[in-house]
């Protein structure tokens, strides 16, 4: 069973940035999709970005278009999430996933259901 492990989330004001990581255990980056789903206190976890299992196509959000990037590193076996521009509302926990390995090479998943590991999430605080 593959592992989740991210890093990267924290404190940082409006308009700042900030990178976070997500290398998983266990299993190859380029053996699946992988993705970034982010839950605010009080709502339902939602979707943020993902990478389609051939490394080329990417899908976000409409909330989070233009500002952050999804990205990975086959070398290090790891995913990142670059967030630019950020603002209060993109405070979350953020939670890494690895989609289900049998979706086609280009398909990219944007439903929590497409995607069967997760990790333990990081912390994302926007201070205006």
């Known amino acids: 069973q593959a592992q989740l492990v991210e890093s990267g989330g924290g404190l940082v004001q409006a308009g700042g940035s900030l990178r976070l990581s997500c290398a998983p255990s266990g299993r190859s980056i380029s053996s699946s999709a992988m993705g970034w789903f982010r839950q605010a206190a009080g709502k339902e976890r939602e979707f943020v970005a993902a990478?389609?299992?051939?490394?080329?196509?990417?899908s976000y959000a409409d909330s989070v278009k233009g500002r952050f990037t999804i990205s990975r590193d086959n070398a290090r076996n790891t995913v990142y999430l670059q967030m630019n521009s950020l603002k209060p509302e993109d405070t979350a926990v953020y939670y890494c996933a690895l989609a289900r390995p049998y979706y086609s090479f280009y398909y990219i998943p944007r439903l929590s259901g497409e995607y069967d590991t997760w990790g333990q999430g990081t912390q994302v605080t926007v201070s205006s």
């Open positions: 990478l389609g299992k051939s490394g080329d196509g990417t």
